[in-house]
């Protein structure tokens, strides 16, 4: 039978290297990776490790309540209409969300009335 490709040359001394040294090609291909993927060093500095996104530390509280007011309204709202379209426990369990969310949001407003308000001798009275 008749092979198509040649036959791998019958000398080892055709290799430019004597022998492959492992811990040389995991160095190499380490480096090669690092400059290719890795971020600059600034960025590298400035990012936390484990943190997918973070809140900029300049905002103020009463701009992170407002717009986790925000938020708990539209997944009230979600999942509000999620019940609509189920039945039984699925229902419960969409309703029951939308319920946490309406508590949670009274609670965030609640804080926001506290921000507002220099004295909070007055809101232990009010409530």
Do not use: C, W
């Amino acid at each position: 039978m008749i092979k198509p490709t040649p036959n791998p040359p019958e000398h080892e001394d055709t290799s430019p290297y004597e022998s492959f040294d492992s811990k040389k090609l995991h160095e190499a291909a380490e480096r090669a990776l690092d400059h290719h993927f890795a971020p600059p060093p600034d960025e590298k500095q400035k990012r936390r490790k484990g943190y997918l996104f973070i809140v900029a530390p300049d905002l103020h509280t009463e701009t992170l309540l407002a717009n986790a007011s925000e938020d708990l309204l539209s997944i009230s709202a979600i999942a509000a209409d999620l019940a609509d379209g189920v039945e039984g426990s699925r229902r419960s369990v969409a309703l029951a969300l939308s319920r946490m969310a309406d508590g949670v949001h009274l609670l965030v407003e609640r804080a926001l009335d506290h921000i507002d308000s220099p004295n909070p001798a007055e809101h232990r009275a009010k409530a």
